[in-house]
């Protein structure tokens, strides 16, 4: 349940974790568009994706991929890049993302999941718009297991962290969360339909390191690369 308004910078300064790292978790696809926006801009020709060696992606698209492979272990390359995708729609501006989640998206649930991206966006950037500095939003799937898998449709569930971190608002805190993440191989390709967001299981934090700041949180992994950047 989000916070009320009321309680929302007090969450902020304490922990973010049930009101915005849930929405974080499933801000990666999840999702109406409106005109507000004015006219999209052009989407660029690229040739189609070559077919992957491996479970894919071929190549990267924008926040997430393109080009799974469509076996069982595609649909968990699939899922997984759509999960962990929130850093670089938190970099887009509203009408690159929503192209982005257009693309990704099943064609029957498009509008669905950019309603919902709004929504979630607007609810992420006011509890962090009193903070410094850029958003930091770390994500790793530590553990997946495939529910179903009969094409052109297959579920997938996803354990995952975020770790999320603001200098003056947000201390690094992680959220951790399971997604079911339900897919349709449509236009060649792993499509999202829709995502479901659990927060939990959290494990302690042991004793062997004490929390960070934002600032030494940046300072300590200066030089290091997301997995999903190379």
């Known amino acids: 349940m989000a916070p009320s308004p009321s309680r929302s910078r007090r969450l902020g300064r304490i922990s973010l974790g049930i009101a915005v ?5 499933g801000l990666a696809f999840c999702g109406r568009s409106d005109s ?18 491996g479970p894919g992606p071929a190549r990267p698209y924008m ?11 595609g649909a968990v390359a699939a899922a997984v890049a759509f999960v962990t995708g929130g850093q670089a729609l938190l970099d887009m501006d509203p009408v690159e993302a929503e192209q982005t989640v257009r693309e990704q998206a099943t064609a029957a649930t498009a509008d669905d999941q950019i309603a919902d991206l709004r929504r979630l966006w607007a609810t992420i950037h006011l509890a962090l718009e009193g903070g410094t500095g ?3 939003y770390w994500q790793a799937a530590l553990a997946t297991r495939i529910d ?16 999320l971190s603001r200098a003056g608002i947000a201390p690094p805190q992680a959220g951790w969360a399971v997604s ?13 339909e829709h995502e479901a967001v659990t927060a939990g299981p959290a494990p302690m934090l042991d004793a ?14 200066d030089g290091f690369t997301r997995r999903n950047e190379r």
Request: hydrophobic content about 45%; charged content about 20%; proline content about 14%.
């Open 180 to 192: 079911v993440v339900d897919l349709v191989w449509e236009r060649d390709d792993w499509k999202l």
């Open 63 to 73: 926040a997430g991929e393109q080009g799974f492979a469509p076996t069982r272990e």
């Open 148 to 163: 179903h898998f009969a094409p052109p449709r297959a579920r997938v569930s996803i354990w995952h962290v975020g770790v």
């Open 208 to 221: 062997s390191a004490v929390p960070v700041t934002s600032e030494q949180l940046d300072a300590a992994l």
């Open 36 to 53: 507000n926006h004015g006219e999209r801009p052009a989407r660029p020709q690229v040739p189609p994706a070559p077919a992957p060696l």
């Open 21 to 25: 790292l849930v929405a974080l978790a």
């Open 134 to 136: 850029p958003v930091r």
